[in-house]
């Protein structure tokens, strides 16, 4: 088991939505934050969406309106609520956890959005 575990993912139709989680292990200590990532195919790996150890949340301007950012202290896990999805949405989608010492990353969970 890794110390950040992705699930979620899916094929969905444009307009849809998906819920992506990430089980953070309790051994991560001195998060900074919490960050999703996603990498299309030939592309760079860009930050979707991220949420500090305040709760403060920022996201790419392609999302801003349509993701949600969101954590459960008590469940240890960090929300990825996708809405109004575009095909342009398609790719692997990374959960990160930041902390002052390095970067954990998840294995990564699938997201393919038809049009």
């Known amino acids: 088991q890794g110390q950040l575990v992705e699930s979620g993912g899916g094929l969905v139709q444009a307009g849809g939505s998906l819920r992506l989680s990430c089980a953070v292990s309790?051994?991560?200590?001195?998060?900074?934050?919490m960050g999703w990532y996603r990498q299309a195919p030939g592309k760079q790996r860009e930050l979707v969406a991220v949420?500090?150890?305040?709760?403060?949340?920022n996201y790419v301007d392609s999302v801003k309106g349509r993701f949600t950012i969101s954590r459960d202290n008590a469940k240890n896990t960090v929300y990825l609520q996708m809405n109004s999805l575009k095909p342009e949405d398609t790719a692997v989608y990374y959960c990160?956890?930041?902390?002052?010492?390095?970067?954990?990353w998840g294995q990564g969970t699938q997201v393919t959005v038809s049009s």
């Open positions: 990160a956890a930041l902390t002052t010492a390095r970067t954990y």
């Open positions: 309790r051994s991560i200590f001195s998060i900074n934050a």
């Open positions: 949420i500090t150890s305040a709760g403060s949340t």
